[in-house]
């Protein structure tokens, strides 16, 4: 072995106990190889392997409490059995056949974003403790922001667990800007109850947020949806007015681009213009199609979002970066602070021209979540990501075309890449009950995953077309699998 190279490294210089928590350089070099085999082998070999599998729970459980934590355990080992329960045990949604949900293979730059995210390890509840995670982060915020439609130098908001934690955070700020004395006294210092509006075919996150919130569950009015599996808003102007003569309290209308089943877009201009008649807030739940606004060509079918009072994006739902990247958008700077408002004596003190995370969001201490959309969105360019998009809803466009060709009936039209369609004979069987067995024999095979639906009482199968290592010939081959699988139900 020549002077300039590197000495071998065996896993038997590893470090056991203690010891491993800050190993040599040499032995953290060997695990960090032994990490990139790993990743290397799973990008190489996804493909060719299944999208998912039956789990054996007994198996599953006994080999996950085999360890006892009692003794250390070789790391090759540790990592050879966890590679090996997370491949077996996992619907790989990093799988170019995976047209499930929002979960698209993340970018390769959004893993080292984890990666760094981690070894920094910056703790974003305040300014001074993490100026340039804080400020790359509030960089991203106003640009999505502005693509949204708001003005840059105007975009106040946060990154989020996800969606979720978005759709709570506006919720409590238009519960603070719509009732000042709420912050202090709570609901019950309010008028009347405050009920707020959301498409039937929306996220029911709103229901978990209703409950934790204490507004309650039948606080959210749930609008019936048109054929097109838009809300009605000529149904949602007839709530707005039962409730306000009942002596409810009507504070905030959702409307959603991007519905989880269809991905259907509510009439975003109408609802903004009858929230401004009625006097309530107006949020977008852009979770999912909110991130069509970094295409030019696909920002289109987003008008009116501008003129929401709150938007919330999901980049880990198409933008292909890891869990979670949710973010909460507004022009509120200063009802956010008054919705989060605290002081301790403990926090360090406020930087002037700054802002200290934890005094605008939820969360105190978080991770550095912006970091893998920033370096995915810096390597790539809005023009990279804009090109994958359309990309995707050309291949949904494909995946239209072919199953209707092979006979299926397509139920829900939107620009955004989500296929719902179901079997127009099928059969004496329950609609449900085939739909059921169709995906369940798909998922079965190995060869794509799929999940059944149901929109306006109908039952179908849906597929989302979300990552970036889907290829025409996936689509070709989602489209032989169902049609195999409705062979084999039809026999």
Known sequence: MGDDEPATISEAAFPLGRASFDPDAGPAEWLWRRVLEVLRAERERISARPVSAEVDLGRLRAAVGAYGFEEPVAPGVVIDETVALLREGTVHTTHPR?????????????????????????????????????????????????????????????????????????????LTRTWPEYGTAGLRALPGRPLLYASAESHLAWLKIAHATGLGRDAVRLVPAGADLRMDVRRLRALLEADRAAGGAP???????????????????????????????FHVDAAYGGMAALSDRLREDLAGIERAHSITVDAHKWLSVPMGAGALLCTDREGLAETFRVSTSYMPAGIPDTVDPYTSSQQWSRRFAGLKLFLSLAVAGRSGYAEQLERDAELAGLLRRRLADSGWLIVNDTPLPVVCFADPEAGARAPGEHHGALARSVVRSGRAWISTVRLNGQDALRACVISHRTTQADIDGLVQAVNEARKEQRA
């Open 251 to 281: 504070f905030m209308v959702v409307g959603t681009a991007g519905t989880t089943g269809a991905g259907a877009i509510d009439p975003l201009p109408e609802l903004a213009a009858l929230c401004g008649e009625f006097g309530v807030r």
């Open 98 to 174: 995976y047209f499930g949900l929002f979960n698209p293979a993340p970018t390769l730059l959004g893993v080292v974003g984890e990666t760094l995210a981690a070894a920094f390890n910056p703790q974003l509840a305040a300014w001074s403790h993490a100026p340039a995670a804080v400020e790359i982060e509030a960089h991203l915020v106003r640009f999505l922001g502005a693509r949204m439609g708001y003005p840059a130098g105007a975009v106040a908001g946060s990154f989020t667990s996800g969606g979720a934690e978005a759709n709570m955070t506006a919720v409590l700020l238009a």
